[in-house]
């Protein structure tokens, strides 16, 4: 549910007061596995297709990019917990020469190599994301980002699923640079 959701930033954002290099750009609050792969299809990520999640998390959306749509995928998460409990899952699933996690910042990275682009941050994020998106993407890259939309960009499609099965609705949004 959205609103968790902006509770958890609100509460995470509040407490994080300390000066940092790197900008928590949302909370960690993961995608359910059936989003997942709707985002993946909708984004229609082929085999040996190239993919970032941005902010990976636990590593969900990376892991089924690679296993399910065979995909090569790298996620970007800060949250060194977070990236090393998704790189030792990629090691117990021996998936480690299609899947990978980058231990950094998502506003350092670059992304000129992606095909298709996973988000689920926050909106003001994907405000401060979108000119290096714009910059960095080649033309065709396809992005897809969960609950909330990119100002200013039109997307190809929007796909709002009412119920994943536990009460919450998503809304799915398709762009194409
Ligand atoms: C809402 S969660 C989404 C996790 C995953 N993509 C999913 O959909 O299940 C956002 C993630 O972004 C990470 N994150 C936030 N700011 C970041 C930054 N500047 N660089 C890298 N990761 C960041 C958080 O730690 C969190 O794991």
């Given amino acids: 549910m959205r609103f968790t959701f902006w509770l958890l930033a609100f509460v995470a954002l509040a407490q994080d007061n300390k000066p940092q290099e790197v900008e928590k750009l949302a ?92 988000v689920y941050l926050l909106p003001n994020s994907n405000d401060k994301l979108r000119p290096i998106l714009e910059k960095q993407l080649k033309k065709g890259t396809r992005i897809v980002s969960h609950d909330f939309a990119f100002k200013d960009w039109k997307p190809e499609k929007e796909e709002t699923i009412d119920d994943d099965g536990e009460g919450r609705s998503h809304t799915l949004y398709l762009y194409r640079r």
């Fill in 27 to 118: 909370p960690y609050y993961p995608t359910p596995e059936t989003i997942v792969q709707k985002m993946l299809q909708l984004g229609e990520l082929k085999p040996g297709e190239k993919m970032f999640d941005l902010g990976s998390g636990d590593g969900r959306i990376v892991i089924m990019a690679a296993e399910k749509f065979r995909a090569n995928a790298v996620g970007v998460e800060w949250d060194k917990e977070l990236y090393k409990q998704s790189t030792d899952k990629i090691q117990s699933l021996r998936l480690q020469k299609t899947a990978k996690i980058i231990n950094g910042d998502i506003m350092q990275q670059d992304f000129s190599s992606a095909d298709m682009i996973t």
